[in-house]
């Protein structure tokens, strides 16, 4: 009996040790690119971060320039909140959740803290680049889940959550800090414009090459090109001739068709066959990586031909 008892007494024990552990649980400083690079080595971890946050439409995921996009690691609020990020397939961007959020048969709490309330702030609507998204700057602490790797013919990654099963997770426990978004020449956005095929024809073809825009900022600064610190539309036309593969002279009758906050978007039309459209912006992220972070350059970020031609990688449904 009295055995009985102390096997009773001692297995009370563990479980009040276990749970013990479980809250004072300090989390490990991780960077995205580790994340990314070994998934299954962070797996259940509670993990702390320190990076870009993008949030749009089909995205809320942590980015970070130095390393490769793909695969990514998707956020969700922990605890009762929802982020509202709409993504296909059966979400609905809802705002709160009847429970707190368990994953893999974890519970997932959240602190609602000041930081927390001013980091949903900035990354939800209205964006201050339109229906463009924003990027937050922010220390994220939360339990990391791998998922599971997904073969492919050419590729193997880890994945199974967010849109389209993309990604591996990072549930969100607590905001540590978040960046103020206090510049008015930057573009806060977390997505570039798009054409609008029902006006520029059958479809269009994306130019601009995957460039680093990291490397691009340090050359300008290098070569002293003050232009393309000071001259968007310059910055446009140069990137058409070099997409249209003639001179820069020969680009006349740039028209702007958009200027938000650090962006410009333009559009020139040398055909009645063809329009080439130009997004040139200043990426709030960038000046993270500039030798003066008051100083950032022009830069495209997205460039699209509009044709008729079967080549299109967008195409208009007739």
């Known amino acids: 009996m009295k055995r009985s008892g102390f096997v009773v007494g001692m297995f009370a024990f563990v479980l009040w040790a276990v749970a013990l552990s479980f809250c004072e649980e300090q989390p490990e400083s991780v960077t995205v690119c580790q994340l990314k690079s070994d998934p299954a080595a962070y797996n259940h971890k509670l993990v702390e971060v320190t990076a870009f946050v993008s949030h749009a439409f089909e995205d809320f995921s942590l980015f970070d320039p130095t390393c490769s996009s793909w695969p990514s690691v998707w956020l969700e609020y922990g605890g009762k909140a929802k982020s509202g990020t709409m993504y296909c397939c059966g979400v609905t961007p809802d705002r709160h959740r009847p429970k707190e959020l368990v994953v893999e048969q974890m519970p997932i709490p959240l602190t609602d803290n000041d930081q927390f309330r001013e980091f949903d702030r900035v990354i939800q609507p209205p964006f201050r680049s339109g229906r463009y998204g924003a990027i937050a700057h922010a220390t994220v602490v939360g339990r990391f889940f791998a998922g599971r790797q997904l073969h492919y013919p050419k590729a193997t990654f880890w994945g199974g959550f967010g849109h389209m099963g993309c990604c591996s997770l990072l549930a969100i426990q607590e905001i540590k800090s978040v960046s103020p978004q206090d510049r008015e020449d930057l573009d806060y956005g977390a997505s ?72 410009v978007v333009y559009e020139w039309r040398p055909s009645q066959a063809e329009t080439y459209m130009v997004v040139v912006s200043r990426p709030y ?29 967008v195409t208009r449904i007739k």
């Not at 414009?193 to 680093?212: E, M, S």
């Not at 003050?226 to 003639?246: E, H, L, Q, Y």
């Not at 960038?286 to 970020?301: I, K």
């Open 285 to 313: 992220w960038l000046s993270s990586y500039s030798r003066d972070p008051m100083r950032v350059a022009w830069m495209v970020v997205a460039a699209y031909v509009s044709t008729c031609d079967k080549n299109n990688s």
């Open 192 to 263: 570039a414009d798009q054409p609008d095929i029902d006006k520029t024809g059958c479809g269009y073809r994306d130019l601009a090459p995957a460039n680093d825009l990291i490397q691009a900022q340090q050359e300008a600064e290098l070569r002293h090109h003050d232009w393309v610190f000071d001259d968007p539309r310059r910055v446009a036309s140069d990137a058409m001739a070099r997409f249209a593969k003639i001179e820069e002279s020969s680009i006349t009758g740039i028209k702007e068709t958009r200027n938000a906050q650090g962006r």
